[in-house]
């Protein structure tokens, strides 16, 4: 049976994410600072979205002479 492969990330010494180093594998690399992500977001139902929406308001300026 195929094992699910987890998604994970390098982290630096202050704790920020290494851009470009997610890799796919079923266990945590041995070398380096390695954190385990959310791979597949669009899939998981309880991955918090956010949505934002706009609404406009009129401005009404009335001028008497």
Request: glycine share 8%; with cysteine.
């Amino acid at each position: 049976m195929a094992q699910k492969k987890k998604s994970f990330v390098r982290v630096d010494g202050s704790g920020r994410v290494i851009e470009g180093s997610n890799i796919l594998r079923v266990t945590k690399p041995k070398f380096g600072n390695w954190l385990q992500i959310q791979g597949y977001e669009c899939c998981d139902p309880f991955y918090p979205t956010t949505t934002s929406t706009t609404s406009s308001t009129t401005t009404t300026t009335t001028t008497t002479p």
